[in-house]
């Protein structure tokens, strides 16, 4: 199975900073990596897919980059209501798996 | 709109069997494959299993196979997850999530999530 490793697992941020939200692949995945937001009580949202492609109707503040083993998440200004759990998950191949998640907290 | 909502959640006895049920709208399910993920209480995602558009190609976490059977009722728009033996780890709110891609064989990103449902394995 290829394992998605997250970091940080959390961090604290002001309003208005840039964050950046690292994912590593065990093995190379090409672009098949998508990232989700999920706030606490509630269902994923869909962020982005292949890497860097924004899924419809999420905001450009949103962005990802990488290919193959290496990926990043950036929040470009971070807004109250940014502040959530992200994830990244490998579809590459069966079984899909995802990473442990980057809690996003207010500083 | 998209909607996928589930159902049949519920507190169970180890070893017991339940049966969830996703029902779609604002689709054209029998074109989409639909993937189950569950969370544990204060934990990550986790894949379950998923299922081809036509129901013809079907995988599954090792955690679950051989306990757990995806399948669907295309005349219906639903989705269901029967799971049997049940075991404390499977404790977890458990989604559905439609794929992306139309009539694919994947596997596929996800474009949209239902609400869940809390499964509770406990005697």
């Known amino acids: 199975d290829i394992q998605m490793t997250q970091s940080p697992s959390s961090l604290s941020a002001s309003v208005g900073d840039r964050v950046t939200i690292t994912c590593r692949a065990s093995?190379?995945?090409?672009?098949?990596l998508a990232w989700f937001q999920q706030k606490p009580g509630k269902a994923p949202k869909s962020l982005i897919y292949a890497a860097s492609s924004l899924q419809s109707g999420v905001p450009s503040k949103f962005s990802g980059s990488g290919s193959g083993t290496d990926f990043t998440l950036t929040i470009s200004s971070l807004q109250p209501e940014d502040f959530a759990t992200y994830y990244c998950?490998?579809?590459?191949?069966?079984?899909?798996?995802f990473g442990g998640g980057t809690k996003v907290e207010i500083k | 709109q998209v909607q996928l909502v589930e159902s049949g959640g519920g507190v169970v006895q180890p070893g017991g069997s339940l049966r969830l049920s996703c029902a779609a709208s604002g689709f054209t399910f029998s074109s989409y494959g639909i993937h189950w993920v569950r969370q544990a209480p204060g934990k990550g995602l986790e894949w379950v299993a998923f299922t081809r558009y036509d129901g013809s190609n079907k995988y599954y976490a090792d955690s679950v196979k051989g306990r757990f059977t995806i399948s669907r009722d295309n005349s219906k728009n639903t989705l269901s997850l029967q799971m049997n033996s049940l075991r404390a780890e499977d404790t977890a709110v458990y989604y559905c999530?439609?794929?992306?891609?139309?009539?694919?064989?994947?596997?596929?990103?996800?474009?949209?999530w239902g609400q869940g449902t809390l499964v509770t394995v406990s005697s």
């Open positions: 998950q490998q579809y590459n191949t069966y079984p899909l798996t």
């Open positions: 093995q190379g995945i090409s672009n098949y």
């Open positions: 999530a439609k794929d992306a891609v139309l009539v694919g064989s994947g596997p596929y990103y996800f474009d949209y």
